[in-house]
């Protein structure tokens, strides 16, 4: 079983534990439910410039803990200040050591930004849960859904007005998952198998995703100038974690990032 197996596995059995504590009935009564959801969609269909989902991360399976000595209210605010374009935050408690309090405490600090929820969704109690949080944006990954689940899941996001961010690793698996209910085609540079990154898995698919869908990329960003060359080839924006989150701060470590891309504009206006 590999790792990717393991956590979909444990995500069931936490999933089963947490409709018998709270009903999806329960989750409709939390305030954060009724909030009106802030588009990521147009703010990166949009934009003239790379924009980066700035995530906080706690840990991670192949990296074990990269930052326990932060607080996401701190780290998000940090972030949203030094131009994110949206927030992702981890809830996932066992494999990445995320949890709905780290989720609340950066939407408490960040009212208005787009925030994803990030973490394996297998059952659509997950969205009424990303709902009464207060999430913007829900994340399917092609890699633990049939097809079929991500068509009736990203419907029912869609009914709950919630954006759709698919996330696929090879042309296979965007070929049979991508559905007219999807906003966002993340493609992420990380084999989930075997936890390797290689941007080239964003320019090979690049050209294969349709205009009518925004493309970001994911995981094994660290440089402007390798942002830069994904713009090219369409991505809008650049969902990044462990480069910030090993940081002793990781807001400054995106103002550092942004400062960069700016001045290689600068020196390249036509890249841009």
Known sequence: MNILEKIVARKRVEV????QI???ADLEKEELFSRTSTSLTDVLRST??????????????????INGDVTPEVVTADYVAAGAAALSVLTDIDFFGGSFDDFLRARNANPQI????????????????AKSIGAD??????ACLEPSEVKTLSEKARDLGLEVLLEVHNAEELAQSLCDTVDIVGVNNRNLKTFETSIQTSIELSAQIPDSFVKISESGLSD???????????YKGFLIGETFMKTT?????????????SQLANRNPHVI
Do not use: C
Not at 16 to 19: E, F, G, M, Q
Not at 57 to 63: C, F, G, N
């Open 22 to 24: 709270k009903s999806i």
């Open 249 to 261: 701060n990781p807001g400054a470590a995106l103002v550092a990032l942004q400062n960069n891309l």
């Open 16 to 19: 089963a534990l947490a409709k």
């Open 137 to 142: 944006i829900i994340l399917l990954i092609a």
């Open 224 to 234: 402007a100038e390798t942002i830069i060359e994904l713009f090219s080839y369409g």
């Open 48 to 65: 003239s410039s790379p924009r980066i989902i700035s995530e906080f991360k706690r840990k991670s399976p192949s990296k074990g803990v």
């Open 114 to 129: 787009p925030m994803l929820r990030k973490d394996f969704i297998v059952d659509e109690y997950q969205l009424f849960e």
